[in-house]
């Protein structure tokens, strides 16, 4: 069973940036990948998807500032957030994207709060 572990949990004030990081415990290469976050009483919410071919896709609320990567040599995923908002408080999860999904890894704490 792949295992996914984030990493990169930050306290930062609006306006400004952080990455986070997810290794993977098994290969990325062959497979997309996306982020995830889940806000406090909502439901999960997929932020980012990187295709194995290298197109990123975003939703409206994070086009324009957040960014996701790959380096399949680490197996690892990351995510750079820039021009961070009070609404993108949120536990962040990375996982593949696709029919076969790993279990959910402990995910990433991003609070963002003057």
């Known amino acids: 069973q792949v295992q996914l572990v984030e990493s990169g949990e930050g306290l930062v004030q609006p306006g400004g940036s952080l990455t986070l990081s997810c290794e993977s415990s098994?290969?990325?290469?062959?497979?997309?990948m996306g982020w995830y976050r889940r806000a406090p009483e909502k439901q999960i919410e997929l932020i980012a998807v990187?295709?194995?071919?290298?197109?990123?896709t975003y939703p409206e609320s994070v086009a324009g500032r957040f960014t996701i990567s790959r380096d399949n040599s680490k197996n690892a995923v990351y995510l750079q957030m820039n021009n961070l908002k009070p609404e993108d408080t949120a536990v962040y999860y990375c996982?593949?994207?696709?029919?076969?999904?790993?279990?959910w890894g402990q995910g990433t704490q991003v609070i963002v709060s003057s």
């Open positions: 098994g290969s990325i290469s062959e497979t997309a």
């Open positions: 996982n593949f994207y696709s029919n076969y999904r790993p279990d």
């Open positions: 990187l295709t194995s071919g290298g197109k990123a």
